[in-house]
């Protein structure tokens, strides 16, 4: 179920996934591993694919990095994009390497005749380039302090490029103008996407730890989501990239735009709760990202853990599973609404997993 109407964009295949024109919003995360050492990256990379990431992208500061892309490509499964600043020539190699897409600053990546060089070969090899406008590397944004202007800076700066590439016919283009600040993002979004109808990649930029970035970026990408902005995302957190693919899903599943996993409604306990929820769904949480069926589920599984009967039962026979605590340490389960049985804290997660996956056949 969606709750809104999302812009029909262009459609850009990348490395085999298709974004835009409506389909499911892909998430994306990128590595942190030097990667020069194609064998961490890779390591990382398969985490990631493990954890949900659909396109991963990867910085490569330097050629010695960029001969690195054929041999992390071969052990990969998920779209590889590489992330390229300053010389436009590591671009190049990357392209010749056998990147799926390259996501470039033009900010950064040198004089108009170079970026013309790229484009010419990229639409050669059919690599989409994404334009990766951030505030922080543009010195004009600088002359300001109050977010529309900031952002309409960010949106003409993406327009210039977009005029580049298109002077080349090219049109495989995906744009992104993210700032560390929520408004003058979702700003430049909304002027951008009001001028051309390339696919968005979402984020909110250096948005912070797992604490306060998930809750700047849920903000930001949840207000462009409901705008019908936004073809890909990624959650920009200091932190280890599985917990950006978490948050995306989250964040997506919160405004009914991918079914995926499981949604947990769980209570913020009280004195009338007998189980430790906080350990208990920590440990749900940490297991279930690690079952790869339920990363492909046509339609949301609910699962409740509630302290006690008060609002408890409502919501456990509303979920597909359930856990309700109803004295002596003792967890009520649910299962469609229906008891089937009590269990001991200490056998609860193991025994809801086991269901879980019963339930898929896994
Ligand atoms: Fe307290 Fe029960 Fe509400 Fe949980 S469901 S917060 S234990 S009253």
């Not at 109407?5 to 835009?20: A, D, L, P, S, Y």
């Not at 302090?145 to 090219?170: C, G, P, Q, W």
């Amino acid at each position: 179920m969606e709750f809104f109407k999302r812009n029909n964009t262009r459609k850009v295949n990348i490395g085999g996934v298709e974004i835009g024109g409506g389909l499911p919003i892909v998430v994306q995360s990128m590595t942190n591993t030097n990667s020069r050492n194609w064998k961490i990256t890779v390591k990382q990379i398969k985490q990631l694919e493990k954890a949900g990431c659909e396109i991963v992208r990867v910085s490569f500061p330097d050629m010695e990095a960029a001969y690195n892309i054929k041999k992390i490509k071969k052990n990969i499964k998920i779209p590889l994009v590489a992330d390229i600043h300053f010389d436009y020539r590591i671009a190049i190699e990357a392209i010749k390497q056998g990147v799926d897409k390259l996501r470039i600053n033009p900010g950064n990546i040198g004089s108009k005749d170079k970026i013309e060089i790229l484009v010419k070969e990229a639409k050669k090899a059919h690599i989409p380039i994404r334009i990766g406008i951030n505030a922080g590397s543009l010195k004009e944004i600088h002359k300001f302090t109050d977010n529309l202007s900031r952002a309409k800076i960010l949106s003409n700066v993406a327009m210039e490029h977009v005029k580049i590439l298109e002077k080349y016919s090219f049109e495989d283009i995906v744009v992104s103008l993210k700032a560390s600040n929520v408004d003058t993002t979702i700003q430049a979004y909304r002027i951008f996407a009001s001028k051309r109808n390339y696919p968005l990649h979402l984020g909110i930029t250096e948005a912070g730890s797992i604490f306060s970035g998930s809750i700047k970026s849920a903000i930001g990408l949840g207000i462009m989501l409901y705008d019908g902005i936004g073809d890909t995302i990624r959650v920009s957190l200091t932190a280890d990239p599985i917990e950006e693919v978490k948050v995306g899903y989250s964040i997506l599943q919160s405004v009914g735009l991918r079914n995926s996993n499981v949604e947990i409604i769980s209570c913020p306990m009280c004195s009338r709760s007998k189980l430790d929820l906080i350990k208990i769904v920590s440990e749900f949480e940490n297991k279930i990202y690690k079952i790869d069926k339920l990363k492909k589920l046509s339609k949301p599984l609910k699962v409740a853990f509630m302290g006690c009967v008060v609002n408890g039962l409502g919501e456990a026979k509303d979920a597909d599973f359930g856990i309700v605590s109803q004295g002596n340490n003792i967890g009520v389960l649910f299962k469609n609404g229906k008891i089937i049985g009590k269990i001991r804290p200490d056998k609860l997660v193991k025994k809801l997993i086991f269901m879980l996956k019963s339930n898929l056949q896994v």
